[in-house]
C-alpha cells in the first residue's frame, strides 16, 4: 500500500505542478486528493471504497453524478449515485458488460422499492474510465456538468489508480472469506454460516419485535434424479434450482445449503402467511422448471415447511417447527407447502374454507 501511495504521490506532484501557478493551490489540491487516495486503503468494503471515490470526485472535481460497476467472479455488482437511477444507465450496463439480465446485477447501495419516482437523465454526456486488476475489472461513469479537461482526465485516472489497489485487495479478502462461508456446489451459504445468520436474525427479530419466518425445502425423490441422470446431473439441479430461489428472494433474505438436497431460508420482517404465499412461487417455479442435460431437461418438484418466529420460541424450534411442516409436505403428497394456505372460495349457494393443495393457477 505505502509503495501504491508513494507512486500516486509522486505522480501528484508533477501534475499538480503543470496546472496550478501558486504553490499553495498546488498543496491544496494535493492535499485533498492524498487525503481521499489514503482512506480509500482503510474502508473495509467495497461499497466503503466506491463511497469514497465519490466523496473525491466532488471534493476535488464537483462531479457527483456517477455509477461505479465491478465485476468480480460471483457477478457484477453496482453503485449508483442517489440521483441516478437504473432506468436511466441498466441497459447501458448490460450491453457494456454483455450480461443478458438484469437479475445479475447486484445493487449495492439502492433498493428499487416498487413505486418509487425514478428521475431520468439524458446521456449524452456520458463518459466512462476503465480500471483494470488481476481479479476485477471495473468501469466508472461519469455525467460531468462541463468538458473533460486534460486536468480533469489526469485527475480522474489518479482516483481510480488509488481505487484499483484499494478494490483489489478488498476483493481478495472477501474472496477468502466467501470461500470459508459459502457452498461452492450451489453459491449458497453453508451450514456453518447459516447457523451465525440465523442467530443474529432471531435475536435482531427479539430485540425489536420484528416477524421472522423461515422455510426448509428440499428436493423430491432425489435420489432418482443421481440414479437416472448421475451426479454431475444432480449437481446441475441443485445448481439452478439455487439460482432460481436466489433470484426470487429479497436481497435482505438468507438462503443456506443445509444439507445434501435440502435448503433453509431465513425471511426476515416477514410473517407465516407472507412466507406461505412465497414458498409457494417458488413451489410452482421449480415445479415448471426445465433443466438441459445431454440431450433432454431434468424436472424435479419440491416441498416446503414453513414455521415462523413466536415470542416463546428459540432457534431450535423455529428449525424444528420448519423441519415437521417439511414432513407434513412429504407425507402430504409431495411438490406442495405446509402449512398450506386457507383460501375462501365463494360459489353462489355457500362459502366454504378450504385448504389448498396446489396454487400454480392463483399466484
Known amino acids: 500500500m505505502k509503495q501504491t501511495i508513494s507512486k500516486i504521490s509522486d505522480s501528484m ?25 489514503v482512506a480509500l486503503n482503510k474502508k473495509s468494503s467495497s461499497t466503503e471504497i466506491i463511497n469514497e471515490v465519490s466523496d473525491c470526485l466532488k471534493d476535488i472535481l464537483g462531479y457527483r453524478l456517477f455509477a461505479f460497476v465491478v465485476r468480480k467472479e460471483a457477478g457484477v455488482d453496482v453503485w449508483l449515485d442517489p440521483r441516478m437511477y437504473k432506468s436511466s444507465i441498466e441497459a447501458i450496463i448490460l450491453k457494456d458488460f454483455n450480461i443478458r439480465s438484469a437479475a445479475d446485477l447486484n445493487y449495492l447501495n439502492h433498493n428499487f422499492d416498487p413505486g418509487e419516482h425514478q428521475e431520468k437523465f439524458s446521456l449524452e454526456t456520458l463518459v466512462h474510465y476503465d480500471l483494470k486488476e488481476d481479479n476485477c475489472y471495473a468501469r466508472l461513469y461519469m455525467m460531468p456538468e462541463k468538458g473533460i479537461t486534460k486536468f480533469h482526465d489526469q485527475v480522474v485516472r489518479l482516483i481510480l489508480q488509488g ?35 440465523l442467530q443474529r436474525h432471531v435475536a435482531s427479530a427479539s430485540r425489536h419485535g420484528h416477524n421472522l419466518s ?14 437416472t441422470y448421475g451426479h454431475l446431473g444432480g449437481d446441475q ?40 404465499e412465497l414458498a409457494d412461487r417458488l413451489r410452482a417455479k421449480i415445479a415448471s422448471l426445465r433443466i ?72
Not at 375462501?344 to 399466484?363: G, I
Request: proline fraction near 3%.
Open 292 to 363: 438441459p442435460w445431454n440431450d433432454g431437461n431434468i424436472r424435479v418438484t419440491a416441498s416446503f415447511g414453513v414455521a415462523e418466529l413466536t415470542p416463546n420460541a428459540d432457534i431450535s424450534r423455529l428449525i424444528e417447527d420448519a423441519d415437521t411442516m417439511l414432513y407434513k409436505a412429504k407425507i402430504n403428497g409431495r411438490n406442495t407447502v405446509m402449512p398450506g394456505l386457507i383460501k375462501v372460495c365463494k360459489d353462489d349457494a355457500f362459502t366454504s374454507l378450504r385448504e389448498q393443495r396446489d396454487y400454480s393457477t392463483s399466484h
Open 163 to 197: 481505487c484499483a489497489a484499494a478494490l483489489s485487495k478488498q476483493i481478495k479478502i472477501e474472496n477468502l472469506k466467501d470461500a470459508a462461508v459459502i457452498d461452492p456446489l450451489t453459491g449458497c451459504y453453508n451450514r456453518r454460516e447459516f447457523e451465525s445468520q
Open 237 to 276: 439441479v441443485l445448481r439452478e434450482v439455487a439460482r432460481l430461489i436466489k433470484d426470487n428472494m429479497r436481497r435482505g433474505d438468507v438462503l443456506a445449503r443445509y444439507g445434501g438436497e435440502e435448503f433453509f431460508a431465513i425471511l426476515p420482517e416477514t410473517d407465516k402467511v407472507k412466507a406461505m
Open 214 to 227: 423461515a422455510f426448509m425445502f428440499d428436493l423430491d425423490h432425489f435420489k432418482n434424479v443421481n440414479d
Open 13 to 37: 506532484s508533477a501534475f499538480f505542478s503543470l496546472v496550478f501557478s501558486s504553490t499553495v493551490q498546488k498543496a491544496a489540491a494535493q492535499s485533498k486528493l492524498t487525503h481521499h487516495i
